[in-house]
C-alpha cells in the first residue's frame, strides 16, 4: 500500500477544495425541509459546486457500481447507509434523517465532507443517533497525530457507539484523499488501538462513520449503488477530510 505524503502547496490546494464542499453542504443544507426531493438536492449541489469553480467528484464515479455513478452527490435518507442515488421521488418527510455527502475537485485536487441533517421534528431517538454519530467522528478525529496508529480511530468510534449502543458499520471506511477522490489508506471505523499503518504529517485522508439504530449489516439495491441497513433500521454518518499535521489533526473541511 502506497500512501502519499503531501506537502504544504498540495495541502493548501486540498483545503480549498475542502472549503469549497463544505460550503456547498452549508449551502444546500440550509435549505432542507420538508417536501424537497433528493433530486433537488442533487441541482443544487451541481449549481452551487459550479458558481465556486469545481466539478462535482462523484459525477461519473467508476466504483463498486454497475455503472458511473449517476448524480453530483449521494444522498442517504433513513435506512440508507451511504451511496444513496438522488431521485425525483424520494421526497423529504417531516421527521426524517438525510446524510448529504459532497465531494468537490478544484483545480485538480479534491475535498470530502458530510453530514446528517434533521428535517423538521424529528424523534428523539433519532436526534440522538445523530448526535452520537457527530461525536464518533470527533473522537476519530481526536486521535489522528504523529506515530498514532490507524486502529486507534476506528477504537475511538467504537468507543463512542458503544456506550450509546449503536452499531459501526464495517463494510465502508474513509480513504485517503487529494489528488484523486479515492487513495489509500482504507479508514476502517473498527478497529483495535496500537494496530495498523503508522501515521505520519502530510497523510490526508477522511474519516465517515457510519452508525446504525441496529445492526451494522447491510444491503445493497437494485440500483447497484445504495446502501440499507439489513433490518432497515435507521443509520447516520458525519465526515470530514482532515490532513495529520506534526501536532496531530487539521480539520480541511
Request: proline content about 4%; charged content about 20%.
Amino acid at each position: 500500500m502506497s500512501v502519499t505524503i503531501y506537502g504544504p502547496r498540495e495541502i493548501a490546494a486540498i483545503e480549498r477544495a475542502g472549503a469549497a464542499a463544505a460550503a456547498t453542504l452549508a449551502y444546500v443544507g440550509g435549505r432542507l425541509r420538508a417536501g424537497v426531493t433528493t433530486a433537488e438536492i442533487d441541482g443544487w449541489v451541481r449549481e452551487d459546486t459550479a458558481r465556486r469553480g469545481g466539478r462535482p467528484s462523484q459525477l461519473g464515479y467508476r466504483g463498486a457500481g454497475p455503472g458511473p455513478f449517476p448524480a453530483s452527490v449521494c444522498t442517504s435518507r433513513n435506512e440508507v447507509v451511504c451511496h444513496g442515488v438522488p431521485r425525483a421521488d424520494v421526497v423529504l418527510q417531516d421527521g426524517d434523517i438525510v446524510n448529504v455527502d459532497v465531494t468537490t475537485e478544484l483545480d485538480g485536487f479534491h475535498g470530502d465532507t458530510s453530514a446528517t441533517f434533521c428535517i423538521g421534528a424529528v424523534s428523539e431517538t433519532a436526534r440522538q443517533l445523530v448526535t452520537t454519530t457527530r461525536a464518533a467522528r470527533d473522537a476519530g478525529i481526536a486521535a489522528v497525530r504523529p506515530g498514532a496508529r490507524l486502529g486507534d480511530i476506528g477504537a475511538a468510534i467504537v468507543e463512542v457507539a458503544r456506550r450509546a449502543g449503536y452499531g459501526v458499520v464495517s463494510d465502508f471506511g474513509g480513504h485517503g484523499i487529494g489528488r484523486h477522490m479515492h487513495e489509500p489508506p482504507h479508514i476502517a471505523h473498527v478497529g483495535r488501538a496500537g494496530t495498523g499503518l503508522r501515521l505520519r504529517p502530510g497523510m490526508v485522508f477522511t474519516i465517515e462513520p457510519m452508525l446504525t439504530l441496529g445492526t451494522a449489516e447491510i444491503e445493497v439495491l437494485g440500483d447497484g449503488w445504495t446502501v440499507v441497513t439489513a433490518d432497515r433500521k435507521w443509520s447516520a454518518q458525519f465526515e470530514h477530510t482532515v490532513c495529520v499535521t506534526e501536532d496531530g489533526a487539521r480539520v480541511l473541511t
